[in-house]
């Protein structure tokens, strides 16, 4: 039952060569080969262990990992979910990517993603819909929904993923695992396909904040192809994971515990108010009082940075090129028209919108205003706080199809999750219980740089509860 | 042109700034280099690359904001203009709309005579883009991005220049200066230097300014003065008819000698301008701008005053020997190697022999195959004597690109000037028998005449007598 095992335990036996590099790879990849065809969490599998196990001596030591196939991989398939990238062969590796790989880590393939990481269902994506592995006809959430879900079925330790609005957060949270946003920054961006620059930000799904924790501190830190990488000493998140937290000051805004939430999530978050309770920490009342503009914010923001971001996509050097067109403009027009699925075009038609002449003050100008605003709140909270809790979506996984007619629904998925992008701020979703079968996630938010403590109160959580563990039964 | 039309124009400049590497990558910035071979997958905008600003720009355009007296920004921003075009690979160009970089500058350009002020409104960093190719036989266009990511400053003009040879001169001058602060190689031929014209025309009277067109893409001063005349020339036949001036992008066409609209689709544009979240906004601080204004070097109009001042120039050699970068540094390394000739001499031989030298040879100056060391040394043997200013005109030329030395051409060549009394003496006597007549009228006091008897005695000597010495001679005969 090797997919039961932490990361640090399988570190372990790979040191001690209790286990080989190739028996774990290949035991990932029959996983990935019974389990793929039920979930759909895979886009592209990298079957050949032999090109990749050239660097041994490192500190992840063949630990496999499943990469969003949003980073580009070179040589490899990079479709970021669309039909525009459907062939596209990146010629590069991304930060990330090179960094995993050096410090040892072996890819198993790249995840199903929402289409350009817009989408909270992954239903978005030109490869067909991911499943949720506690229930089939669910959707795992998005847009790194591959990523979650694969790792919820154990079809690898660990995963990359993205977060520009909860993409990491909600469907770890769907999933019944954990997932960490860190601050905006923190993990280049270069080699990662932008959805929506100021607010992307690469990080983990993985079961516990412990494995997550190992790869953040190899994959984090200033890179000078990224010109947004914050190039500040930080502190190691492995090193004090295991140090009691002192007694941590825990704060819930009133505007989180709405009506608009599930009461079975509110119920769950009362559970782990008691559970931080016990272990020490004070839990007080803060005020977040423009979160209520989070996602209007958000949704001006985000969609006019992926207009510009995504007008590379033309037809014209690589990816995706409408066949018989007879001018440029029908050129540009049929190739984007059949690139694209809906989602993307509705978002860029949006981004588009806010940035024209005659809007701009009206719309994009007056949202950054307020997402300076939502800052400050944060900042305020912090001066009482060490942590922010909240539910991390106010409902349960939903099915397949239901919410994909109605964006204004599903954008409203991403409430407590999009102030934590806003403010460039870390967070992280991680599992608090279940309801009816299906997993429900508490989200912590810090102040900028203290991944160290999210992960080190999410650390002690995890070894008082057991919810991490729960492993859906049809994937055991 | 009908004299109650007031022409009024206003200048948009790209100067490509003169880095090793592109503004956001590191490619090379070389001229010429086979097609998309200076492409790397960020000037071709591949999914997931980032730009990392070459801090050298900042630095260039510092300077520039400094040699026109201009506001330099403390805090400046990159912002996106996005449209689509195949040689924009990105779909958007990365440049500054709010706070650029320099802003309100000014310079001042001599016109017939007088000083004139030209007003900067700002100077902004961009990227170039590539270039198209369109091949009409095939039906197809070619697309090379080697020139993609090229640093550019963008420097505009308040309207403020009359004519089309005023905005000549002031591109001319922003061309010189650019080159003065070493921050662009002035090479019009490779496009280093590109303007778009701003033209409209009114009644001499009014305040109110007309309706303007802007011309695109002209590479040259003879096109720019050609293409505001011909584009001034148009709109007021147009208003004279009583019609009325579209605001519209037109191009200049040198062969039909004409200006015509672009087509509306490449100019309907709303670039929906916003900060680019790809880049930090740079602070520049006071330490930066104070090292820079310390190495500035001289300017133009500096130089042109010390010329004065210091080597008595006068004012129009001054001014023609500053007004070109190459010419100047020349002259100033010639006076400190002649030994004999005083720095007017040195300014008249430069203006003359060797301008019309370089001219023929369509060069400049710092591309002569002669260096200041030569050409002082050949001048100080003319002022000395031992050459005429035939032969030390013709020894330029033929040390000009040649190994051999200076003593070896002239023994070559044959060329000494002959100083030697005796020698002279005997010349003269054969040459004033020939001539009774003449010399007879000199010595009745016709001081004319001897003007023809030197010449006679030169034509005899092929040349190489010394005329000051045969002027003495004859005089004491």
Redesign the interface.
């Known amino acids: 039952m090797l997919h039961h095992l932490s990361i640090k335990e399988l570190i372990a036996s790979l040191s001690e060569k209790k286990l080989s590099y190739e028996e774990l790879f290949s035991y990932y990849q029959e996983r990935i080969q019974k389990f793929n065809p039920k979930l759909n969490a895979f886009i592209s599998v990298n079957e050949s262990f032999l090109d990749q196990d050239s660097i041994i001596e490192t500190k992840l030591k063949g630990i496999p990992i499943a990469h969003k196939d949003i980073f580009c991989m070179k040589g490899h398939l990079t479709t970021c979910g669309s039909k525009m990238l459907a062939n596209f062969k990146s010629p590069y590796d991304a930060t990330i990517i090179t960094r995993l790989a050096s410090a040892g880590a072996l890819t198993l393939g790249k995840t199903n993603m929402d289409e350009f990481a817009m989408g909270s269902s992954n239903e978005t994506s030109f490869f067909g819909p991911c499943k949720n592995p506690w229930d089939l006809k669910l959707v795992p959430g998005g847009s790194s929904g591959g990523s979650a879900s694969a790792v919820a079925a154990r079809l690898a330790p660990i995963a990359t993923a993205t977060d520009t609005g909860g993409s990491i957060r909600q469907p770890a949270a769907f999933c019944g695992v954990t997932g960490l946003k860190p601050t905006y920054g923190m993990i280049s961006r270069f080699g990662m396909i932008a959805f929506a620059s100021s607010l992307d930000q690469a990080g983990f799904i993985a079961p516990s904040a412990e494995d997550i924790a190992i790869f953040y501190d190899l994959a984090s830190g200033y890179d000078p192809k990224d010109s947004t990488s914050i190039n500040d000493q930080v502190a190691s998140t492995t090193k004090n994971l295991d140090q009691k937290p002192n007694a941590l000051t825990i704060g819930i805004a009133k505007s989180s515990l709405d009506k608009h939430a599930d009461p079975n999530i509110l119920n769950a978050i009362k559970q782990a108010v008691n559970q931080f309770e016990k272990m020490g920490a004070k839990i007080i009342d803060i005020d977040l009082k423009n979160s209520h503009l989070n996602v209007p914010t958000y949704y001006i923001i985000a969609p006019a940075e992926a207009s510009s971001n995504l007008s590379r996509f033309d037809g014209v050097r690589y990816g995706h090129r409408s066949e018989d067109s007879e001018s440029l403009q029908s050129l540009y027009a049929n190739t984007r028209s059949e690139g694209f699925g809906d989602e993307v075009k509705r978002r860029i038609l949006i981004g588009s919108y806010v940035l024209s002449a005659g809007f701009y003050d009206a719309y994009y100008i007056k949202a950054l205003r307020v997402r300076r605003l939502i800052a400050n709140d944060y900042k305020e909270a912090f001066k009482k706080v060490d942590l922010i809790l909240s539910p991390t979506t106010p409902n349960l996984p939903f099915a397949i199809g239901e919410k994909s007619n109605d964006p204004i629904s599903m954008y409203h998925n991403d409430a407590y999750t999009i102030g934590a992008n806003l403010a460039g701020l870390p967070a992280i979703s991680f599992p608090i219980g279940f309801h009816n079968g299906l997993p429900i996630g508490g989200h912590f938010v810090a102040q900028h740089l203290r991944e160290d403590l999210l992960l080190n109160a999410v650390n002690h959580f995890q070894k008082e509860t057991d919810f991490h563990q729960q492993i859906p039964q049809e994937f055991d | 042109m009908k004299s109650n039309w007031e022409i009024v124009i206003g200048l948009e400049i790209h100067v490509q700034l003169n880095t090793a590497s592109k503004i956001f990558s590191g490619s090379s910035t070389d001229f010429g280099a086979k097609p998309n071979s200076q492409a790397s ?1 960020i000037d ?10 070459n801090q050298s720009v900042i630095e260039k355009a510092i300077k520039f904001g400094l040699a026109t007296d201009a506001k330099i920004s403390r805090k400046t921003i990159f912002s ?1 203009k ?1 449209y ?1 075009y ?1 040689d924009l ?4 160009q990365i440049s500054q709309l709010e706070l650029p970089i320099v802003q309100e500058g000014y310079v001042e350009i001599n016109i017939n005579e007088e000083i004139k002020k030209i007003r900067i409104t700002r100077a902004h960093l961009e990227e170039d883009a590539g270039k198209s190719i369109h091949d009409s036989s095939l039906g197809k ?1 070619k ?1 090379d991005l080697n020139r993609a990511g090229t640093p550019l400053l963008e420097i505009v003009s308040e309207p403020d220049m009359r004519s089309a040879a005023e905005a000549s001169s002031y591109m001319k001058y922003v061309h010189l200066l650019v080159t003065y602060l070493g921050i662009c190689d002035g090479n019009l031929q490779e496009g280093s230097l590109r303007c778009d014209a701003n033209v409209s025309v009114k009644p001499r009277e009014s305040k109110k300014l007309g309706t303007r067109t802007e011309i695109k893409n002209l590479n040259s001063f003879r096109f720019i003065e050609k293409a505001i005349e011909i584009e001034a020339q148009r709109q007021i036949e147009i208003l004279e008819s009583g019609g009325t001036i579209t605001q519209e992008t037109r191009l200049f066409d040198e062969e039909k000698q004409e200006t015509r609209p672009m087509r509306s ?1 490449e100019e309907a544009n ?1 670039y ?3 900060p680019d ?4 906004p740079v602070v520049i601080s006071e330490d930066l701008i104070k090292s820079i204004q310390q190495s500035m070097p001289e300017l133009p109009n500096q130089k042109n005053k010390r010329f004065i001042n210091e080597y008595q120039l006068d004012k129009n050699d001054a001014a023609r020997i500053a007004n070109d970068f190459d010419l100047a540094t020349f002259f100033e390394s010639s006076i400190t190697h002649s030994k004999h000739a005083s720095p007017k001499q040195l300014a008249n031989w430069l203006l003359g022999k060797l301008s019309n030298m370089v001219n023929e040879k369509n060069i400049n100056f710092s591309k002569l195959k002669l260096s200041p060391v030569d050409v002082s040394s050949i001048i100080d043997l003319y002022i000395l004597g031992n050459l005429s200013q035939k032969q030390a005109g013709e020894l330029l030329e033929y040390k000009h690109g040649s190994e051999a030395s200076i003593e070896d051409l002239i023994t070559e060549y044959n060329m000494s000037q002959i100083s030697d009394t005796q020698e002279l003496s005997d010349l003269v006597d054969k040459i004033l028998i020939e001539n009774q007549v003449q010399f007879d009228e000199f010595k009745c006091g016709n001081n004319k005449v001897i003007g023809y008897l030197i010449g006679k005695v030169m034509q005899a000597s092929k040349g190489k007598a010394n005329p000051k010495l045969v002027k003495e001679i004859i005089e004491s005969k």
């Open positions: 997958i071709l905008g591949y999914p997931g690359v980032l730009p990392v600003l996106r996005n689509f195949p690979p990105k779909g958007y266009s697309i689709k709303d929906r301008y916003f979240p790809d880049l930090l």
